[in-house]
C-alpha cells in the first residue's frame, strides 16, 4: 500500500513538473534604431499664463503665417511664425479661459464662466463682436465652424450659437451620471454633422442646422456609486 502512495505521489510531482515548463517562444532580438530627422526648436515664446494641473488643452489658432493665443487671464495675442515676434496683444476681461479657435477672420475665446465671446480680427488688432453666456461651466474649446459656434457644458448640454449675432441656435441636453469625472471634450463638425460625447458614454451625432439626432452609439456604460 505505502508503495503505491510513493508512487501516485511520484506521478503527481512529474505531472506538475511538465505542466510548469515554459514553452512560450522569445521575445525578439532588440535592433537599434537610429532616427535619421532630429526636432530642432526654432523659437519659443510665453503667451501668458497657463492651465497647469486644470484639465484645459490651451490650444493656439494658426492662420496662414500667423498664431493666435489666449492665456488663462484673457490675454489674446498674434504671433508672426517667421520672426517669433509679437504683432499685438489685447486684454479681453476674460478670467479662467478654457480655449479658443477660429477661421480666417473671427477668433472664438470660451471661458470656465460660461462666456462665449467672438473677436473679429486682422494682422493689425482684434476687436470683440458679441458675448454670450450660458448658464454652465465651459471646460473645453467652444468650436467655430462657418456661421456657427459649438459649445459642450459640463452639465451634459450641447449649444448651437449663430456666429454673426451671438444668438442661441439650438441646445440638446443628456443626462449626466451621478458620478462623472471633471471635464468634458470639444465637438467634432462636419458638412452636415456635430459629434460629441457625452458622460453617459454615448457618441452622438446631430444635425448642425437643427440639432436633431442623426445617430447614436453607446461606447461605454456608466460605472461607479
Same mark, same amino acid.
Request: aromatic fraction near 8%; proline fraction near 3%.
Given at each position: 500500500?505505502?508503495?503505491?502512495?510513493?508512487?501516485?505521489?511520484?506521478?503527481?510531482?512529474?505531472?506538475?513538473?511538465?505542466?510548469?515548463?515554459?514553452?512560450?517562444?522569445?521575445?525578439?532580438?532588440?535592433?537599434?534604431?537610429?532616427?535619421?530627422?532630429?526636432?530642432?526648436?526654432?523659437?519659443?515664446?510665453?503667451?501668458?499664463?497657463?492651465?497647469?494641473?486644470?484639465?484645459?488643452?490651451?490650444?493656439?489658432?494658426?492662420?496662414?503665417?500667423?498664431?493666435?493665443?489666449?492665456?488663462?487671464?484673457?490675454?489674446?495675442?498674434?504671433?508672426?511664425?517667421?520672426?517669433?515676434?509679437?504683432?499685438? &496683444?489685447?486684454?479681453?476681461?476674460?478670467?479662467?479661459?478654457?480655449?479658443?479657435?477660429? %477661421? #480666417?477672420?473671427? +477668433? !472664438? /475665446?470660451?471661458? =470656465?464662466?460660461?462666456?462665449?465671446?467672438?473677436?473679429?480680427?486682422?494682422?493689425?488688432?482684434?476687436?470683440?463682436?458679441?458675448?454670450?453666456?450660458?448658464?454652465?461651466?465651459?471646460?473645453?474649446?467652444?468650436?467655430?465652424?462657418?456661421?456657427?459656434?459649438?459649445?459642450?457644458?459640463?452639465?451634459?448640454?450641447?449649444?448651437?450659437?449663430?456666429?454673426?449675432?451671438?444668438?442661441?441656435?439650438?441646445?440638446?441636453?443628456?443626462?449626466?451620471?451621478?458620478?462623472?469625472?471633471?471635464?468634458? &471634450?470639444?465637438?467634432?463638425?462636419?458638412?452636415?454633422?456635430?459629434?460629441?460625447?457625452? %458622460? #453617459?458614454?454615448? +457618441? !452622438? /451625432?446631430?444635425? =448642425?442646422?437643427?440639432?436633431?439626432?442623426?445617430?447614436?452609439?453607446?461606447?461605454?456604460?456608466?460605472?461607479?456609486?
Amino acid at each position: 500500500m505505502n508503495f503505491l502512495r510513493l508512487l501516485f505521489l511520484s506521478l503527481v510531482v512529474f505531472v506538475a513538473a511538465c505542466s510548469s515548463s515554459d514553452n512560450s517562444e522569445p521575445p525578439a532580438e532588440l535592433t537599434t534604431i537610429d532616427n535619421a530627422e532630429y526636432v530642432k526648436v526654432l523659437w519659443s515664446k510665453d503667451a501668458g499664463k497657463g492651465a497647469v494641473n486644470k484639465y484645459i488643452d490651451m490650444q493656439p489658432f494658426i492662420n496662414g503665417n500667423k498664431i493666435y493665443a489666449i492665456d488663462t487671464a484673457g490675454l489674446l495675442s498674434q504671433l508672426d511664425l517667421s520672426q517669433s515676434t509679437f504683432d499685438w &496683444s489685447l486684454k479681453t476681461g476674460l478670467s479662467a479661459v478654457t480655449g479658443l479657435s477660429g %477661421d #480666417s477672420s473671427s +477668433l !472664438v /475665446a470660451s471661458s =470656465r464662466d460660461g462666456e462665449v465671446v467672438l473677436f473679429d480680427y486682422n494682422e493689425k488688432s482684434a476687436e470683440q463682436r458679441w458675448k454670450h453666456q450660458l448658464k454652465s461651466e465651459i471646460r473645453t474649446r467652444a468650436i467655430l465652424d462657418g456661421q456657427q459656434v459649438f459649445i459642450r457644458t459640463v452639465d451634459g448640454k450641447l449649444s448651437v450659437l449663430d456666429a454673426t449675432t451671438g444668438d442661441l441656435l439650438w441646445a440638446v441636453t443628456r443626462r449626466v451620471p451621478a458620478l462623472s469625472l471633471t471635464g468634458s &471634450s470639444s465637438p467634432i463638425v462636419t458638412d452636415e454633422l456635430v459629434i460629441s460625447g457625452f %458622460d #453617459s458614454g454615448k +457618441l !452622438v /451625432a446631430f444635425n =448642425r442646422e437643427n440639432g436633431s439626432t442623426v445617430w447614436e452609439h453607446t461606447v461605454t456604460s456608466p460605472r461607479g456609486r
